[in-house]
């Protein structure tokens, strides 16, 4: 599949991205004026498809060899959030045994 997708990288490379329409549907909350209450799909053809999978999986091959350290488990495959609230638990308890303050920061960027 992948030898068939290399000769014509190019020349679709521009249509590509016309073949996408972005639709916001209404999550049923409250309010229909707030952009927070829609959620964005993007509506592809077959080949937008095509081409956003072989991308994808690309992208994620070379993420795995090394590019990201290991602590860094977001948005990675066969990775959890379990997994890292464990390695907090985990700090937090090494840290109370040997009486030492530990700092830690969460932020949500949910919405950034």
């Known amino acids: 599949m992948l030898n068939c997708y290399e000769p014509s990288r190019r020349a679709a490379a521009g249509s590509v991205g016309e073949v996408k329409k972005t639709v916001y549907l209404y999550k049923k909350t409250r309010n229909r004026q707030l952009c927070d209450n829609h959620q964005g799909i993007s509506l592809l053809n077959l080949t937008g498809k095509l081409f956003a999978r072989i991308h994808l999986n690309r992208l994620n091959g070379q993420l ?15 990775r959890r959030t379990t997994d890292m609230i464990f390695a907090a638990r985990q700090l937090q308890v090494k840290f109370q045994e040997m009486r030492t303050y530990l700092y830690t920061t969460f932020v949500d960027i949910t919405k950034a």
């Open 64 to 78: 795995e060899q090394g590019l990201l350290p290991e602590s860094q488990c977001g948005f990675r495959r066969h």
